[in-house]
């Protein structure tokens, strides 16, 4: 039973913020995890990553714009994004680097015009 679920999508309006979390059954004091997006009709994409030695990348089109962080105690891991556009609209699925790979059932982002 190694499980992650995400919570805190919804509909924001363009310009607007939300903050997602993904909360993990297992220690992730270790782990390097990242969150990806899919939208309808377009391959699953990587949005922003962590490893546990510190440090994150970011794809270019959400760069400036999303943070990602973590907090261990919690097992939890945070995507903390700000200046939402129509574009960011996707499924957003959290996932780590462990036994084997672990994915989350997503959650959904709708940004509003």
């Known amino acids: 039973q190694v499980q992650l679920a995400e919570s805190g999508g919804g509909l924001v309006q363009a310009g607007g913020s939300l903050r997602l979390a993904c909360r993990a059954s297992?220690?992730?004091?270790?782990?390097?995890l990242g969150w990806y997006r899919q939208a309808p009709g377009k391959q699953r994409e990587l949005v922003a990553r962590?490893?546990?030695?510190?440090?994150?990348n970011y794809a270019d089109s959400v760069k400036g714009r999303f943070t990602i962080s973590r907090d261990n105690a919690k097992n939890t891991v945070y995507l903390q994004m700000n200046s939402l556009k129509p574009e960011d609209t996707a499924v957003y699925y959290c996932?780590?680097?462990?036994?084997?790979?672990?994915w989350g059932r997503g959650t959904q982002v709708t940004v509003s015009s």
């Open positions: 962590t490893r546990s030695g510190g440090g994150a």
């Open positions: 297992f220690s992730i004091s270790f782990a390097t």
């Open positions: 996932n780590a680097e462990a036994f084997g790979g672990v």
